[in-house]
């Protein structure tokens, strides 16, 4: 599945349409796919259970299903369904955990435990064997295209078939409001699908059902704002042909235009708006990621002197530099608050010099089953849209990044002096050693991510300048905004992101650096006896 030409994107639309089966007729269309697929096609079913030629289950009964009608022949081409872990509160199995239960990895599987009725499983999924082609893929069901007598640029837009199913999958998840979505996939598929921008995690090894397949699960509430412009363009064509069936009878015109429109906010503005320089230096030498770690250490702060420190850096950084508190409420000049007694601070320490050299901490949502105020709750709450009541979960899951500072010894490019992302002083350092230091910004966020996992609580928000989501993003790290902007410190807006799927969107730098940080974090804690290591 090599990337899709732009016009390609644009022609699978005057060829396709794609919309759920509401009619028993469509469903039957489905069904017949279904059984030429995994019956006559690759006996993954016995022919004789199904004599009405359609392959059907009971979890068809519950299940939403969708169909791709190929528009100038009139067939059904592709087909899939989304299964409910509830329905009316009652839980119900899905498919995996019928048939690839022994499978699963259980301690990867607790990562991604959610109430049930937020989970769902695609499976079912099917390609017509008249809409697939390459030679050597007769072993698949998602294939590509067979012989019609169409034109070869039609032909060409077959193999989108299966990319359209999967983003049909996340959009139906995301309109039943079902985000955490399970599927049962040939393991090349995710690998294809993560260069389209769709990351699904594996949580079991392999299991021999209908071939070799593994368990897979996605936030689908993500899932959008990690793909590029082209991508998306054709996800909100598929997701627009699916609203009008399935959004709720009395949705209001806006949460219509909020499901199709709001999401995308924060990626239009990055398109319009490309990123300012700061980590231009780090996509330039791989070899900075590797320095970094031969220059800087990053731990918990478990100690007292280790928090005085943090707080002597949000002093000379939140007081002195840019006045966002007053001085005079901190006489002993650390900047500190009420949530320091139950936050886990952090620290990035500078080797030559000794010196704390950026700080930050996570701040929990509850302590010891008892609700604590996160910081935004405080400052923001009236800034958050629509988009707020479609990350709810549960506040022991939840935490918040804050109190991000980056001491002015280690900021260096001119025209960032009004920013604590910014750029370093003088130090008698290398050239080398002083071009890692725009690393502290990426390195700080690594940290919190890695320390938002270990405390698994994975739902972490950030209240952010809008330009630092946009730049993140470059290196894999998708933070999605909740808000409109918000003058607190600066113009800010809230933004939230899954920490448990980030690792698996990094490059493969990106991701021995994430690893290092988050082994930094573990040894350090683990030698101190700390909660934080007893979490990991």
């Not at 028993?24 to 993954?44: L, S």
């Not at 435990?113 to 079912?124: D, L």
């Not at 933070?479 to 410190?489: A, C, L, S, T």
Request: include cysteine.
């Amino acid at each position: 599945m090599t990337a899709p030409s732009r016009d390609l994107l644009t022609r699978f639309r005057n060829y396709f349409s794609v919309k759920p089966a509401t009619t028993d007729a469509e469903r039957e269309a489905i069904y017949r796919i279904r059984y030429r697929v995994y019956c006559d096609e690759f006996g993954y079913e016995p022919k004789e259970r199904f004599p009405s030629q359609m392959e059907t289950d009971e979890l068809d009964a519950v299940a939403t299903h969708l169909l791709i009608t190929h528009l100038a022949s009139g067939m059904p081409a592709a087909c899939m369904r989304i299964c409910p872990a509830s329905d009316q509160d009652q839980p119900l199995s899905l498919p995996f955990e019928k048939r690839c239960e022994e499978s699963l990895d259980l301690a990867a599987a607790k990562r991604f435990s959610a109430p049930r009725g937020q989970m769902c499983e695609a499976s079912r999924f099917a390609v017509d064997s008249a809409f697939r082609r390459r030679p050597g893929e007769c072993a698949s069901p998602i294939g590509e295209i067979a012989s019609l007598s169409l034109s070869d640029h039609e032909q060409r837009t077959f193999p989108l078939l299966t990319l359209v199913l999967t983003f049909a999958a996340v959009a139906m998840a995301e309109l039943l409001e079902r985000p955490l979505m399970y599927a049962v996939m040939d393991p090349f598929l995710p690998r294809l699908l993560k260069r389209s921008g769709l990351v699904f995690v594996r949580i079991g090894r392999d299991a021999d059902y209908h071939g070799t397949r593994a368990v897979y699960v996605t936030d689908t509430r993500f899932a959008v704002h990690r793909l590029d412009k082209e991508m998306q363009t054709l996800y909100w064509w598929v997701h627009d042909q699916l609203a009008p069936n399935m959004l709720p009878a009395n949705a209001s015109p806006r949460d219509a235009r909020w499901i199709a429109d709001g999401s995308t906010r924060a990626a239009d503005i990055s398109a319009r708006n490309p990123a300012p320089g700061p980590f231009e230096i780090i996509e330039q030498s791989s070899g900075l990621l590797s320095s970094f770690r031969s220059y800087f250490s990053v731990q918990a702060a478990t100690t007292d002197a280790e928090r005085e420190a943090a707080y002597r850096i949000r002093y000379r950084v939140y007081c002195d530099e840019f006045g966002y508190e007053p001085r005079e409420r901190f006489p002993s000049r650390m900047e500190t608050d009420e949530l320091d007694a139950v936050a886990t601070h952090l620290l990035i320490n500078h080797f030559a010099t000794d010196m704390p050299a950026g700080c930050m901490r996570i701040c929990p949502a509850s302590d010891q089953g008892q609700p604590v105020p996160l910081p935004l709750e405080k400052c923001c709450h009236e800034s958050l849209d629509l988009a707020a009541t479609r990350f709810s979960a549960p506040r022991e899951q939840i935490c918040e990044a804050s109190r991000f500072a980056v001491d002015s010894a280690f900021r260096r490019r001119s025209g960032e002096r009004l920013s604590r992302f910014g750029e370093i002083a003088s130090l008698s350092l290398s050239d080398h050693e002083r071009r890692t230091f725009p690393l502290l910004t990426l390195v700080l966020m690594f940290t919190g991510v890695a320390t938002a996992e270990l405390l698994e609580r994975p739902f972490m928000y950030a209240l952010m300048e809008p330009f630092l989501p946009r730049l993140l993003k470059r290196f894999g790290l998708v933070f999605v905004r909740m808000g409109r902007d918000v003058n607190y410190h600066g113009t800010r807006a809230v933004y939230i992101t899954d920490t448990r799927f980030l690792v698996h969107r990094l490059d493969k730098e990106m991701e021995a650096l994430y690893r290092w940080v988050h082994d930094q974090l573990a040894s350090s804690t683990r030698r101190k006896g700390s909660v934080l290591a007893m979490a990991g």
